[in-house]
């Protein structure tokens, strides 16, 4: 099933946002090495959980979303450590459960 309801416990999941925030550090583990743009972690998220890349409509939308989720996670330093142990990792996570909670990632063909 692909509804809105099905979203609504994913994303509310715990073991998905612990997946998330697994991925998030992974993508984010990847600058220690080498240095990588948003934008080169956003194909590599993509790669990683859709074997695919994002068109563009779909990196500027995350991007958004990044730029967005930090700038909020950075007003309530708070709310983020029970979210997560810094800004950064917070944004990323969020970005992952919304990869992590695609009809492409969760549905089976």
Known sequence: SNTPLQALTT???ATFSEAAQTLAKKIM????????TDSEHIEELFKTCLFRSPDPTEAKALLTL???????FAQQPQ????????VDLAAWTSVAR???NTDEFITRD
Do not use: G, Q, R
């Open 11 to 13: 994303l509310n999941s």
């Open 98 to 100: 919304i990869v992590l």
């Open 66 to 72: 990044l730029a967005d989720s930090k700038a909020a």
């Open 29 to 36: 583990s990847k600058s220690d090495v080498i240095k990588k």
């Open 79 to 86: 709310e983020t450590k029970k979210f997560a142990s810094n």
